[in-house]
């Protein structure tokens, strides 16, 4: 039970910044995307990349407040996926397009989890 609760709050972490910034990037460019329900992976798929990748024991090494700040500041992806989404509305087809940055930014999160090294001592 404890997995599910440390799983929540770390996505809630990622989506603090994420959330208000993309919907208020997606409100200001409502007329130039038709936006699909598949989409909102954006919101997801990252998060799931990063925490599957720092399960691994060589990962979970970094401590308890690096996790944050690696989230935190990933959660600024999902805002940039989406204006990048926005801004090249008229001029890419749409799905693979969305796919790609999707994945992009969840290779993105893999890198960070895996090869971002720790900053900040556990002892």
Same mark, same amino acid.
Not at 43 to 53: A, G, I, R, S
Not at 96 to 101: G, R, T, V
């Given at each position: 039970m404890e997995d599910v609760e440390v799983f929540f709050q770390a996505w809630?972490?990622?989506?603090l910044p994420a959330l208000p910034i993309s919907l208020l990037i997606a409100f200001?460019?409502?007329?130039? %995307?038709?936006?699909?329900?598949?989409e909102s992976l954006v =919101?997801?798929?990252? +998060? $799931?990349?990063?925490?599957?990748?720092y399960?691994?024991?060589? %990962?979970?090494?970094?401590?308890?407040?690096?996790?944050? =700040?690696?989230?935190? +500041? $990933?959660g600024f992806?999902?805002?940039i996926v989406i204006g990048i989404r926005v801004a090249l509305a008229k001029r890419k087809s749409?799905?693979?397009?969305?796919?790609?940055?999707?994945g992009t930014l969840s290779i993105i999160a893999i890198i960070v989890a895996m090869f971002l090294p720790r900053f900040m001592p556990t002892d």
């Open positions: 809630g972490i990622y989506l200001l460019g409502r007329g130039r %995307v038709r936006w699909r329900v598949w =919101f997801f798929m990252p +998060f $799931l990349c990063w925490y599957l990748c399960l691994l024991p060589s %990962v979970s090494t970094k401590g308890i407040n690096q996790p944050v =700040f690696e989230l935190f +500041f $990933l992806g999902a805002p749409t799905w693979p397009f969305s796919a790609s940055l999707i």
